[in-house]
């Protein structure tokens, strides 16, 4: 028997990775002899570097950049097993976990340091990038990410070194001629999950800068700062970014990608999918395993394991899910393509351990799969 095992994380608690392994061993106990393959996922988020990386046989890269405030700190992105596509999580230069609370201010922080790890892939010789965008502290419309990789920008008396949301209203012309020149034979793609435009009341600084330390005016100008940002883009080069659905990801950072580096916005799990060759894997399966911390109604709306399953029944495949809290909307899911549902949970208990047990409950899940499968043989 075959069986694919192929979950999202659990949040604060277990990777992707650890998560199928525990379930693997479980299943191992009942099932000796069935093969396993393990196939970590992630949507873009947190966590999309490592599982690529232990999916296709990648490695993770670690290199000093500058922090959302211009300091330096350690980073990492991750380049998959064949050394051709680098997956960079902008939150892991640019985040917003990086700072403290009383340190959020939009106004001046950068991307910079996530177009450190872009310039630091090309130099690893990457033809394609893929750019993951939550969890930004930024508003800059990706001007530090493109200041990083040699565009310049001037306002009223030349050279702008202010950076941040607060200094795009300066803005007055663009500098292509230092870009970095291996960006033209570069293939970005950015895993992008929210459909909010950069500008407007369901724009980047509206919906996304009061978690980032903007104010009420701080977001009105915000605001005008990114569509006067646009303005110049669109009078220079002819690109409409201000209402592109995704451009507004990252305080702006979508919209600065597609500026900048012509790249394309995706769904993340169709991104990671093909990255580590899922659907040849599950065609290949008996039974699909997928799951995450919590699976509820909301699952249905795009999260990891509703990715997984529907190309599970795409080809016929028996998919369970596993989650660690099975909410009481979830019976929803068998409609969309899920066969069993299971939690890991086996006595009531509080959050805290039920994290700090997840591996052995896992495990038991597993063991609890394989005495299903076995009814079967």
Same mark, same amino acid.
């Given at each position: 028997?075959?069986?694919?095992?192929?979950?999202?994380?659990?949040?604060?608690?277990?990777?992707?990775?650890?998560?199928?392994?525990?379930?693997?061993?479980?299943?191992?106990?009942?099932?000796?002899?069935?093969?396993?393959?393990?196939? *970590?996922?992630?949507?873009?988020?947190?966590?999309?570097?490592?599982?690529?990386?232990?999916?296709?046989?990648?490695?993770?890269?670690?290199? *000093?950049?500058?922090?959302?405030?211009? $300091?330096?700190?350690?980073?990492?992105?991750?380049?998959?097993?064949?050394?051709?596509?680098?997956?960079?999580?902008?939150?892991?230069?640019?985040?917003?976990?990086?700072?403290?609370?009383?340190?959020?201010?939009?106004?001046?922080?950068?991307?910079?340091?996530?177009?450190?790890?872009?310039?630091?892939? +090309?130099?690893?010789?990457?033809?394609?990038?893929? %750019?993951?965008?939550?969890?930004?502290?930024?508003?800059?419309?990706?001007?530090?990410?493109?200041?990083? %990789?040699?565009?310049?920008?001037?306002?009223?008396?030349?050279?702008?070194?202010?950076?941040?949301?607060?200094?795009?209203?300066?803005?007055?012309?663009?500098? +292509?001629?230092?870009?970095?020149?291996?960006?033209?034979?570069?293939?970005?793609?950015?895993?992008?999950?929210?459909?909010?435009?950069?500008?407007?009341?369901?724009?980047?600084?509206?919906?996304?800068?009061?978690?980032?330390?903007?104010?009420?005016?701080?977001?009105?100008?915000?605001? $005008?700062?990114?569509?006067?940002?646009?303005?110049?883009?669109?009078?220079?080069?002819?690109?409409?970014?201000?209402?592109?659905?995704?451009? /507004?990801?990252?305080?702006? %950072?979508?919209?600065?990608?597609?500026?900048?580096?012509?790249?394309?916005?995706?769904?993340?799990?169709?991104?990671?999918?093909?990255?580590?060759?899922?659907?040849?894997?599950?065609?290949?399966?008996?039974?699909?395993?997928?799951?995450?911390?919590?699976?509820?109604?909301?699952?249905?709306?795009?999260?990891?394991?509703?990715?997984?399953?529907?190309?599970?029944?795409?080809?016929?495949?028996?998919?369970? /899910?596993?989650?660690?809290?099975?909410?009481?909307?979830?019976?929803?899911?068998?409609?969309?393509?899920?066969? %069993?549902?299971?939690?890991?949970?086996?006595?009531?208990?509080?959050?805290?351990?039920?994290?700090?047990?997840?591996?052995?409950?896992?495990? $038991?899940?597993?063991?609890?799969?394989?005495?299903?499968?076995?009814?079967?043989?």
């Amino acid at each position: 028997m075959n069986i694919l095992i192929a979950p999202d994380s659990f949040k604060d608690c277990m990777s992707a990775w650890e998560v199928a392994i525990a379930l693997g061993r479980g299943i191992k106990k009942i099932l000796p002899d069935a093969v396993l393959v393990m196939v *970590p996922m992630a949507d873009g988020g947190e966590g999309t570097v490592e599982s690529v990386i232990d999916a296709t046989g990648g490695k993770r890269i670690e290199i *000093p950049v500058m922090d959302p405030l211009m $300091r330096k700190i350690s980073s990492f992105y991750g380049i998959t097993g064949d050394g051709r596509t680098a997956v960079i999580e902008m939150a892991a230069a640019s985040g917003l976990e990086l700072l403290e609370p009383e340190e959020r201010d939009p106004w001046i922080t950068s991307t910079y340091g996530t177009g450190q790890l872009i310039a630091n892939a +090309l130099d690893q010789g990457c033809k394609k990038i893929m %750019l993951g965008i939550g969890g930004s502290a930024t508003n800059d419309c990706g001007a530090g990410m493109a200041e990083a %990789l040699g565009v310049e920008f001037s306002g009223r008396f030349g050279k702008l070194t202010a950076r941040g949301g607060g200094a795009l209203g300066e803005v007055e012309s663009v500098h +292509l001629e230092g870009l970095d020149g291996r960006i033209a034979g570069t293939t970005f793609v950015v895993a992008c999950d929210v459909n909010n435009p950069l500008t407007g009341p369901q724009g980047a600084s509206a919906i996304y800068g009061p978690q980032k330390g903007a104010d009420g005016a701080m977001v009105e100008k915000l605001d $005008r700062n990114l569509t006067h940002f646009a303005g110049v883009i669109e009078n220079q080069f002819g690109k409409k970014i201000s209402q592109i659905p995704g451009s /507004g990801a990252a305080g702006g %950072l979508g919209a600065g990608m597609i500026a900048f580096l012509d790249a394309t916005l995706m769904k993340g799990f169709p991104l990671i999918a093909e990255l580590t060759g899922l659907e040849e894997k599950i065609r290949q399966a008996d039974l699909v395993i997928t799951g995450e911390g919590k699976m509820d109604a909301q699952t249905q709306f795009g999260k990891t394991p509703l990715g997984v399953a529907q190309l599970a029944k795409k080809h016929g495949i028996p998919v369970i /899910g596993v989650a660690g809290t099975l909410e009481e909307d979830a019976g929803v899911l068998y409609q969309e393509g899920f066969d %069993l549902l299971l939690s890991i949970q086996e006595k009531p208990g509080d959050l805290a351990t039920a994290l700090s047990s997840a591996e052995p409950l896992l495990e $038991r899940t597993g063991e609890r799969i394989g005495r299903i499968m076995s009814l079967q043989l």
